[in-house]
């Protein structure tokens, strides 16, 4: 007798009509054979799928390039299809379910004839977590099949969790025709179902990212009491071999992958990369809060990644052994047949075809490499990767850090003065768009705690969420603001970033243990310049000082932009919020009756 998935995947067989069903077992061996099919019998706009690059300097590697009108989450063309608009809420595309499917299913029948379809069942999160999550996909893509397995724990786990229970996570996807006119994400949180059809871009095709792991995962997250959030998870190593664990929220293209695995400016001080991209985080026995790393790869920016950049990421591309690791519409040498970006170590190479298979005439200003073009490695390449990172209990946080891309107003870290100061801080988070996102790039819009294009329900009772769950905690994690965006008059950045950063994480670490100062400020607390390391650094004390300045002159539109922001929420806006946008407010304006 067929047990839940079976069933399932049989009724989207006949949905979709492929010539042939092959289940995946995630195993090595499958995985370079349905490379082969990408290589020599899968076509994608007319071209394999994949193509072998040059094993010398980049082992077990494979570039993969994407429709020219496929290359980006599509946010216009992502749907919440909850019952009622409501509970969608203004920060989501909303379609009635009934018609969502009725569109859905025109687009799905017979759309894998002549292909085969693939079954990929799945674990978010390591097998034995108690908060991890069992999946299925179905694709007609290899791509997508072979990146699921280094995204995810592919495989027989995942169907022994689920076993004859219903309780599991569906995912229905095809590339179908590639029509942007026919390209649709549908999620329906109340049946934990994603259908996606017409892309086969990462964030709109492997549907365990933020299909699932954060846009099905955050409604799951309010009905179960934890959260699921666009973070990364690290630990800071001291020199005397403490290590303090921090979750981050930062939009795409803000640094978040950079952050994780950076390599620390400061003696003694190492970072363990636990996740570059989604945080679990759930209340654990004890009062405090643990998070867990669902996934089990990177799905990185390409351009502006380097040995000075990122050194730990381009040591994780270079150690693809176990795991392939795929480019996707970067740029290719063609003398030596490796990929690669703008922004890459070395001299830009004679010869180049670009993104889209065309030789490079960099004299036209364009691109070679898409901005949004992407790497696919496991993590398990890292040579940073925390040995807790299979930890089924997950690692406990310390510190919760909130950011985005400012040039002006936010200072470069900032505590808040309590949980609930610190969801505002969230809520009031903004960022300047990246080419992560089909938008115009560098216009400045909200993203509060950078959930905005993936929080699966209405952002005001997902901000009454957050409050919630901070009454249940015992040990709360200490939250902070940070940018390391700020400008000077010239436009320049202030603060030199990357692995000077740990300067900041430094300070955070001492006041998360009560061993530095702070400064009262009307928009939280600030370092005391004294309890902030900054030996060795060579940016004048001036530049410091500017990039913690509050200025209240400049805060009048802001603030204004902050309350039409949150305005749009209505009565689900928590009246928590609204006391700390006054309280805001009025430090402020007797900030600048004192100046």
């Not at 490079?360 to 691109?367: A, E, F, I, T, V």
Request: glycine content about 8%; overall charge neutral.
């Amino acid at each position: 007798m067929a047990n839940a998935v079976e069933k399932w995947v049989e009724e989207q067989a006949k949905l979709t009509k492929p010539d042939k069903i092959y289940w995946c077992n995630g195993s090595e061996e499958e995985a370079k054979r349905l490379i082969e099919v990408g290589i020599k019998e899968e076509k994608l706009n007319g071209k394999p799928v994949f193509q072998k690059l040059n094993d010398k300097h980049w082992p077990n590697a494979y570039l993969h390039r994407s429709h020219p009108n496929d290359v980006a989450r599509t946010e216009q063309l992502t749907f919440i299809c909850h019952p009622d608009k409501d509970t969608a809420g203004p920060n989501n595309h909303w379609m009635d379910p009934k018609e969502a499917k009725e569109k859905m299913i025109k687009l799905f029948d017979g759309c894998m004839k002549g292909r085969t379809l693939y079954v990929l069942p799945y674990m978010m999160g390591h097998p034995k977590s108690p908060y991890a999550k069992a999946c299925v996909q179905i694709t007609d893509n290899t791509y997508v099949a072979v990146s699921m397995r280094i995204m995810t724990r592919m495989g027989k786990d995942a169907l022994d969790r689920i076993g004859h229970s219903e309780n599991f996570v569906r995912g229905l996807h095809s590339i179908g025709d590639l029509n942007p006119e026919r390209r649709f994400i549908m999620h329906f949180p109340q049946e934990n179902l994603v259908w996606s059809f017409g892309s086969g871009y990462g964030g709109n095709a492997l549907l365990g990212k933020k299909c699932f792991a954060l846009r099905i995962a955050s409604c799951l997250g309010l009905k179960e009491g934890w959260l699921a959030e666009h973070m990364l998870i690290m630990g800071i190593e001291d020199p005397k071999g403490n290590v303090t664990y921090m979750a981050a929220a930062l939009p795409s293209a803000c640094g978040k992958t950079n952050l994780a695995l950076m390599q620390s400016a400061l003696p003694g001080y190492k970072i363990w990369t636990l996740g570059d991209d989604i945080a679990w985080l759930n209340v654990g026995p004890d009062g405090r809060l643990y998070a867990i790393n669902p996934e089990a790869g990177f799905f990185g920016v390409a351009p502006g990644t380097s040995l000075k950049t990122n050194p730990n990421m381009i040591k994780t591309l270079k150690n693809s052994d176990f795991f392939p690791t795929f480019y996707t519409n970067t740029a290719l040498d063609a003398d030596t047949h490796e990929p690669w970006w703008e922004g890459l170590d070395g001299t830009t190479p004679k010869n180049v075809i670009d993104w889209q298979g065309n030789a490079w005439d960099p004299s036209k200003g364009s691109k070679a490499a898409h901005p949004n073009s992407r790497f696919t490695v496991s993590m398990y390449n890292c040579p940073t990767l925390s040995k807790e990172i299979d930890n089924p209990n997950g690692v406990p946080i310390s510190a919760i850090l909130l950011g985005g891309r400012r040039s002006k107003l936010i200072p470069l870290v900032m505590e808040a003065f309590s949980w609930q100061h610190g969801v505002f801080l969230g809520t009031r988070t903004g960022s300047e768009t990246t080419a992560a996102a089909a938008h115009q790039v560098g216009v400045l819009r909200r993203d509060p705690m950078a959930m905005l294009p993936f929080c699966g329900y209405n952002m005001g009772d997902y901000f009454g969420h957050w409050l919630n769950i901070g009454k249940k905690l015992k040990h709360a994690p200490k939250i902070f603001s940070i940018n390391w965006f700020r400008t000077d008059e010239n436009g320049k950045f202030i603060w030199p970033g990357f692995g000077e950063n740990i300067r900041v994480l430094k300070w955070i670490i001492d006041r998360v243990e009560g061993k530095a100062s702070a400064k009262d400020s009307a928009l939280g607390l600030l370092p005391d310049l004294k309890d902030f390391d900054l030996s060795g650094l060579d940016v004048p004390k001036a530049k410091i000082e500017q990039l913690f300045m509050v200025d209240p002159s400049e805060w009048t539109a802001e603030l204004q932009d902050i309350e039409k922001y949150l305005s749009q929420f209505g009565a689900q806006m928590p009246e928590a919020i609204w006391q700390e946008y006054r309280s805001l407010a009025e430090k402020l304006h007797h900030s600048a009756l004192s100046k």
